[in-house]
């Protein structure tokens, strides 16, 4: 695959399409499954609450790769991204009912960079709650 997006197409400040990711109690059971990553505060209430936490909450890396998916989404090839950083600022508590949580994220061109490169800033809320802060990829365009 290659990046479906020009980069003589693409002006800093460009909006890339926002989406809403839902969170509920077995999105983080398959998660945990498929990671590997049985950390009891990602599924048991109780030992969450122990541990000084509100509730159940999700896997970082799950944020952190749901939030990316506004990236790959846009350029259209997953392989297209060289580098991808972010700093985990809220948790996504994830409660235990029929609607779980969401995940907003919206993303814009921060800088066009050297070799066909864009730097995109992302941000991710959950709740009105900014979860991720500087979340920032580097992709290489077409």
């Not at 990602?42 to 541990?51: G, I, Q, R, S, T």
């Not at 997953?78 to 779980?100: I, L, M, W």
């Amino acid at each position: 695959m290659t990046a479906k997006i020009s980069y003589d197409d693409v002006e800093t400040g460009t909006e890339l399409p926002g989406r809403t990711f839902p969170v509920t109690r077995t999105t983080l059971v398959q998660y945990a499954g498929a990671s590997g990553d049985f950390n009891p505060i990602h599924w048991n209430e109780k030992f969450a609450k122990e541990v000084g936490l509100p509730d159940v909450i999700a896997h970082g890396m799950f944020t952190m790769a749901e939030a990316v998916r506004v990236v790959t989404d846009w350029v259209g090839d997953p392989g297209a991204v060289v580098s991808y950083g972010v700093r985990f600022t809220k948790p996504v508590v994830v409660p235990n009912d029929d609607k779980g949580a969401l995940i907003e994220v919206v993303g814009k061109v921060g800088a066009k960079l050297d070799d066909r490169t864009v730097r995109v800033d992302l941000t991710a809320t959950c709740g009105g709650q900014k979860v991720l802060g500087r979340s920032q990829a580097v992709v290489r365009l077409a």
